[in-house]
Nanobody, 124 residues
Framework: QVQLVESGGGLVQAGDSLRLTCVGS????????MAWFRQAPGKDREFVAE????????DYAVSVKGRFTISRDSAGNTVYLQMNSLRAEDTAVYTC?????????????????WGLGTQVTVSS
């Protein structure tokens, strides 16, 4: 059974940093692309960042590029999202996901397993 568990969310002030962690089990995650998405209250879920199987290729939403960094550990089962210079508009539930393939295709990657998410709240 594939499971993804996120942690690291919290309440911070604008300008602060947070590091989110997602740990996967039930699959050899090192073979697959992984990603972070977020959903703010009353809004659709949106893509944040993704990383390919070996961490060499990444892609980011325009709104977070230059502030957020996605990475994964050498075993591949853990993916991180370092979030710097947080803004009030970054407030959302952040969820990680794993793909069925190893590479990413900007704007077209497909993810088939999702975690439950971790809440990030940024006060202005």
């Amino acid at each position: 059974q594939v499971q993804l568990v996120e942690s690291g969310g919290g309440l911070v002030q604008a300008g602060d940093s947070l590091r989110l962690t997602c740990v996967g089990s039930g699959r050899t995650f090192g073979d697959y692309a992984m990603a972070w998405f977020r959903q703010a209250p009353g809004k659709d879920r949106e893509f944040v960042a993704e990383i390919n199987w070996n961490g060499v290729r990444t892609d980011y939403a325009v709104s977070v590029k230059g502030r957020f960094t996605i990475s994964r550990d050498s075993a591949g089962n853990t993916v991180y999202l370092q979030m710097n210079s947080l803004r009030a508009e970054d407030t959302a539930v952040y969820t990680c996901a794993v793909s069925a393939i190893s590479e990413i295709t900007a704007g077209a990657s497909v993810y088939d397993y999702w975690g439950l998410g971790t809440q990030v709240t940024v006060s202005s």
